[in-house]
């Protein structure tokens, strides 16, 4: 580690510490709105964890595909000591790069009861009022839960937040459409079941969350991957207006939100195909089918969120591109190395880009050479890579437009240990960082990496509880300033960065926007 770094770090013990809670914890049972809850002690004395508690009912038999609704109270006290069951899913394959990274255990049971959340708090007293963090895990809306051990809400609780996490459906179960759900909704929507757990989960944390000793006037949604598109999503969704007061967003930017831009009719249409390809005809004959089978039949055909005009009122890069969204202070950005380097011969890839850019074919070729394999290899990695961070950056310059303070940071450490040339800094490598549990994944950790992870979560923290990362002993994270175009590289080095292919990203956001139209 550079003595430059080394500085710089020098002085994070000394801000953690002065968000560090004293050895105490919160009396119990914790009166929730539904009845008594118990929790566990987590690896801390100081922390208490409540694991596997309803918020809402168990959307199964006839609530399937129907927004969530109340949990039903219970008369004795709920131990809430382990995790509830994680939304139906296919496993993660065995062997792939991200199965060996987050999930090298037997994956926990599935079950279409999920609607469970988490809480890790320690707080000694409900008169507290800590800022909140609620979690929203990514996984392309297939696959993920909040239980996954990255997630572990430890290291945010010791630092004074008090931190949420919580499962929603997935796949079909969670973004199935069809015609007869639609004639039978009181708003004429399906589809974007996935949306409306997120934000019932959200509206208990409103109800709740001061028993742990949490804010519900300060709460912090925050997501990477698919859950980074889904804050994006809350940041447009007429119902989520006023359930947060700041919003993060990890390697998902509105622009390159692709999969939400699919309206009512033709989620409708495609659950009409799903239920040929099943031999159904009734909306009871789907609601009757067991889980395993719609599981198994998921990969068939692909469901997204969907404009409806009650949960997505509109396309939400249009909402954005006007100044519609919630006005809320907003940090953001992406990784280095989102997508792998992977070999590609030249001419397929001039060839694709070709029939995706037409006449602009040259000047990418300019920015992104292609004479030979190994050039085409390079140019694709940085061209992946440079269509998220650009739509991050236009993202922050939406956001900043509305007087909001916006934070933009480039993560750049290359996690140590296997494949690390080829994945270098990877979707999802700094989520480990940012919950400063590098435990949860296998890799030969070194000093640097155990001191970054403190400076994210402090900075993470730091934005939580005021809408600005910056504090004491902690490198100066300058607000998004469109015309100096400023992040924060966040790795080997941290500190502000300008950018270093602004004319990559120039070519690069008008093409992403017009897609995402």
Not at 357 to 383: C, I, Q, T, V, W
Not at 440 to 461: F, S
Not at 474 to 479: D, E, T, V
Request: glycine content about 8%; proline content about 7%; charged content about 25%.
């Amino acid at each position: 580690m550079n003595a430059n770094l080394c500085r710089q770090l020098a002085g994070i013990l000394i801000a953690l510490c002065a968000v560090q809670s004293l050895p105490a914890a919160i009396s119990e049972p914790v009166q929730l709105d539904t009845g008594l809850i118990s929790g566990v002690q987590g690896r801390h004395a100081d922390v208490r964890v409540f694991k596997g508690i309803p918020f809402a009912a168990p959307p199964v038999g006839d609530l399937r595909w129907r927004e969530p609704q109340p949990p039903a109270h219970w008369p004795e006290v709920r131990k809430c000591d382990c995790f509830g069951p994680i939304p139906m899913q296919l496993p993660v394959p065995k062997g792939t790069f991200y199965q060996q990274e987050y999930f090298q255990d037997e994956q926990p049971g599935v079950s279409e009861d999920c609607l469970y959340l988490n809480v890790w708090t320690a707080a000694a007293s409900a008169k507290e009022r800590r800022p909140v963090m609620v979690w929203i895990y990514g996984g392309g809306m297939t696959r993920g839960y909040g239980s996954e051990p990255c997630f572990d809400g430890e290291a945010f609780a010791r630092r004074g937040v008090v931190l949420l996490t919580f499962n929603y459906r997935l796949g079909i179960f969670g973004l199935f459409a069809h015609p007869e759900l639609s004639r039978e909704s009181a708003h004429h929507v399906s589809g974007n079941y996935a949306e409306l757990d997120q934000i019932a989960a959200l509206q208990w944390v409103r109800r709740n969350i001061a028993a742990f000793g949490g804010d519900p006037a300060n709460v912090t949604v925050f997501g990477q991957s698919a859950g980074g598109a889904s804050i994006n999503r809350l940041l447009v969704a007429p119902q989520a207006k006023g359930l947060f007061q700041r919003a993060i967003s990890e390697s998902a930017a509105v622009l390159n939100s692709r999969d939400s831009k699919a309206k009512l009719a033709e989620m409708e249409q495609r659950g009409v195909k799903l239920a040929g390809m099943l031999g159904l005809r009734s909306l009871a004959d789907l609601r009757a089918l067991p889980a395993t089978n719609l599981l198994a039949a998921a990969d068939k055909v692909r469901f997204d969120p969907n404009i409806d005009g009650w949960v997505l009122p509109e396309l939400a890069v249009d909402i954005f591109a006007r100044g519609g969204q919630q006005p809320v202070p907003l940090l953001l950005g992406s990784t280095s190395d989102e997508g792998p380097y992977a070999d590609v011969k030249a001419e397929i890839f001039r060839e694709d880009m070709r029939k995706r850019l037409g006449d602009k074919l040259d000047k990418f070729l300019k920015l992104y050479p292609a004479g030979s394999d190994a050039e085409a290899r390079d140019s694709k990695h940085d061209e992946r890579g440079d269509e998220s961070f650009a739509g991050e950056r236009a993202e922050a310059r939406w956001q900043a437009r509305l007087g909001q303070p916006v934070f933009l940071y480039y993560f750049d450490r290359k996690p140590p240990g296997r494949e690390r040339e080829r994945y270098g800094a990877f979707h999802a490598s700094e989520l480990v960082y940012v919950f400063d549990n590098l435990e949860a994944t296998r890799r030969p950790w070194e000093k640097v990496d155990r001191k970054l992870a403190e400076l994210m979560n402090a900075y993470w923290i730091n934005f939580a509880a005021k809408g600005d990362p910056n504090g004491p002993g902690l490198p100066k994270w300058p607000a998004y300033d469109p015309q100096t175009d400023i992040s924060m590289e966040l790795g080997d080095h941290v500190g502000p960065r300008a950018a270093a292919d602004k004319a990559r990203l120039d070519f690069i956001e008008p093409l992403v926007w017009r897609e995402a139209k």
